[in-house]
Nanobody, 125 residues
Framework: QVELVESGGGLVQAGGSLRLSCAAS????????MGWFRQAPGKEREFVAA????????NYVDSVKGRFTISRDNAKNTMYLQMNSLKPEDTAVYYC??????????????????WGQGTQVTVSS
């Protein structure tokens, strides 16, 4: 069993930065590929970024490439999403997820084994 808890969301002006964290319980954190997803009001949840268990491979949705960076620290059981040059269209609830199937990193889809409760990110224009 893995419990995921996101933090770091908030209100920021366009062009600003935030760093989200996803803290995981359990000793098997390093066994999972991890990802960030987001859901804006009235829209479906979408893939944002993902990282393999080792951190050796990452993937991003085109709209955040060059602005967001995903990373993880397996010693701290924590994953991060550094978000720079934020835009109003980045406003959403951000969720972290864990998946045993590493293919999730490549496709950004597939069954996730665990989800966090989400953290709100609001970017004002």
């Amino acid at each position: 069993q893995v419990e995921l808890v996101e933090s770091g969301g908030g209100l920021v002006q366009a062009g600003g930065s935030l760093r989200l964290s996803c803290a995981a319980s359990g000793r098997t954190f390093r066994s999972y590929a991890m990802g960030w997803f987001r859901q804006a009001p009235g829209k479906e949840r979408e893939f944002v970024a993902a990282i393999t268990w080792s951190g050796g491979m990452t993937n991003y949705v085109d709209s955040v490439k060059g602005r967001f960076t995903i990373s993880r620290d397996n010693a701290k059981n924590t994953m991060y999403l550094q978000m720079n040059s934020l835009k109003p269209e980045d406003t959403a609830v951000y969720y972290c997820a864990a998946a045993r199937n590493p293919r999730m990193v490549v496709t950004g889809t597939g069954p996730m084994d665990y989800w966090g409760q989400g953290t709100q990110v609001t970017v004002s224009s």
